[in-house]
């Protein structure tokens, strides 16, 4: 999918300038808990976060991540918009809940990022042993 495409499913804005919104991702992850995107995301994925701070954009960098969505009509510190522009991560804003977001992104098409597979898998080792 393509971030104009994103954009228009969530009734999202850019944020940060110049963004080139022909940049294509494969997959959609929501986390506020930038250990669960370094541990379960993959590259070219869009992060939907609540978290406005400028570790996420440092996150993002170290996990591949191709843009960035602020749910809850959040809007990120001008400290965070320059990591992000510095690191080429465009940031966008979504003024709908995390789920709804994320619910909007997947009916129009937006894949999640397959943790799924790999929690059921632990889940029913952990659960079928006892």
């Not at 850019?14 to 590259?43: K, R, Y």
């Not at 992060?47 to 406005?52: S, W």
């Not at 954009?57 to 809850?72: K, N, Q």
């Not at 995390?98 to 952990?126: H, I, Q």
Request: charged share 20%.
């Amino acid at each position: 999918m393509q971030l104009r495409d994103a954009l228009k499913a969530i009734d999202g804005k850019v944020i940060t300038t110049g963004v080139d919104l022909d940049i294509s991702v494969q997959m959609g992850c929501g986390a506020d808990l930038m250990s669960d995107v370094l541990a379960f995301t993959h590259a070219d994925t869009l992060l939907l976060t609540g978290l406005t701070n400028p570790q996420v954009v440092r996150t993002a960098d170290m996990a591949g991540i191709r843009a960035i969505v602020f749910v809850r009509g959040k809007l990120p510190p001008a400290e965070t918009v320059a990591l992000a522009r510095d690191k080429g991560i465009p940031l966008l804003a979504s003024k709908y809940t995390l789920f709804e977001t994320a619910g909007r992104l997947y009916a129009a098409g937006l894949p999640s990022c397959g943790v799924f597979d790999s929690s059921l898998t632990r889940w029913r080792e952990f659960f079928d042993e006892r």
